[in-house]
């Protein structure tokens, strides 16, 4: 069955401070491997996605993410982070098949310190 | 740039009472998808359509849900009755074609519930 851990359901940075959310996946078949963003009572906002291509992936507002198939992870990183990067990070898996709906992870929730 | 139009954004409602929540998803998208994303929690899949066929209705309450696309186009959740644990935000995402080939899902803002 396909699940999503994130470490973490809550982190912290100072503002300029490496920003590092966790993620591990769970799948007998090779995932595709999702980024959402939701900001306080709004939807969800794609970051970026690994599609099988390379396995650095680079999305929006500076966010990368790497995945590893060794390690099962698909952690989410950004050099500098920005007060306005504060919001809930979503982690999320599919895989190929005619459903393809997404499984998400429960989030962690970014802060980000002046 | 095309999104995901949702309404109401905010309903209140007492329990025992009926809601609908109301999505039109981006123009040519055939795959629409509800979500039911509790506090604190990640979304869960409620119902996928393709088109106006319901290709995922597995984890939907069927004995006070209801989902329909009639028309392959827009789409409408419902309740009935709505119980206090109904009390979430509804999120509705589309696609062009089922995510199961890389596709991105789009998201609405959402509808929040409360329930009283």
């Known amino acids: 069955a396909q699940s999503v851990t994130q470490l973490g359901s809550h982190v912290s940075v100072s503002e300029g401070a490496l920003v590092l959310l966790r993620c591990n996946y769970s799948?007998?078949?090779?995932?595709?491997l999702f980024w959402y963003v939701q900001y306080p009572n709004q939807g969800l906002q794609l970051l970026l996605k690994?599609?099988?291509?390379?396995?650095l992936v680079k999305g929006i507002n500076g966010f990368e993410a790497e995945f590893k198939k060794s390690e099962t992870s698909f952690h989410l990183t950004k050099p500098s982070a920005h007060m306005s990067d504060a919001a809930e990070y979503f982690c999320?898996?599919?895989?190929?098949?005619?459903?393809?709906?997404?499984?998400f992870g429960k989030g962690t929730k970014l802060s980000v310190k002046p | 740039e095309a999104e995901v139009a949702q309404s109401p954004r905010y309903k209140i409602t007492e329990k025992s009472q009926a809601v609908a929540f109301w999505c039109d998803p981006i123009?040519?998208?055939?795959?629409l998808y509800w979500y039911r994303q509790i506090l604190g929690q990640g979304p869960e899949l409620l119902v996928q359509?393709?088109?106006?066929?319901?290709?995922?209705d597995s984890q939907l309450p069927k004995d006070r849900f209801s989902a329909e696309r009639l028309k392959g186009v827009d789409s409408t959740l419902k309740i009935q009755p709505a119980e206090l644990g109904d009390s979430a935000m509804y999120l509705c995402?589309?696609?062009?074609?089922?995510?199961?080939?890389?596709?991105?899902?789009?998201f609405g803002p959402g509808t929040r519930l409360l329930v009283l």
């Open positions: 995402a589309s696609s062009q074609n089922p995510t199961g080939v890389g596709e991105t899902q789009y």
């Open positions: 799948s007998s078949v090779p995932p595709y």
């Open positions: 690994y599609t099988s291509a390379a396995t």
């Open positions: 999320a898996v599919t895989y190929g098949g005619s459903q393809g709906n997404l499984i």
């Open positions: 123009s040519g998208h055939a795959t």
């Open positions: 359509f393709q088109d106006e066929s319901v290709v995922d």
